[in-house]
Nanobody
Framework: VQLVESGGGLVQPGGSLRLSCAAS????????MSWYRQAPGKERELVAG????????NYADSVKGRFTISRDNAQNTVYLQMNSLKPDDTAVYYC????????????WGKGTLVTVSS
């Protein structure tokens, strides 16, 4: 079982990045998927989440209107489109999967670093 994030990197303020989270060893269609982030010296926080069907999403207030979470169950992949990036968005971004039938079954990716700086 594995979640692998990709797409992080260095971007200037105002720029965009698209993160991907590819799952293997399980099928994400039975999982609520979300993105978390952890900035240096801060606690890990929820950024965005999406239900198994993709019909409902939720976002942290700090990213509403700038970030969009989506999923492709056929490709077993979740995405996070990040626009109008700010220095405060600098963090390691983690993908998280929680089984919708048994919340005790959940997985974390190892994270991808996003740095927003001029």
């Amino acid at each position: 079982v594995q979640l692998v994030e990709s797409g992080g990197g260095l971007v200037q303020p105002g720029g965009s990045l698209r993160l991907s989270c590819a799952a293997s060893g399980f099928t994400i269609s039975s999982y609520y998927m979300s993105w978390y982030r952890q900035a240096p010296g801060k606690e890990r926080e929820l950024v965005a989440g999406i239900i198994s069907s993709g019909g409902k999403t939720n976002y942290a207030d700090s990213v509403k209107g700038r970030f969009t979470i989506s999923r492709d169950n056929a490709q077993n992949t979740v995405y996070l489109q990040m626009n109008s990036l700010k220095p405060d968005d600098t963090a390691v971004y983690y993908c998280y999967a929680r089984n919708i039938y048994n919340k005790a079954i959940n997985y974390w990716g190892k994270g991808t670093l996003v740095t927003v700086s001029s």
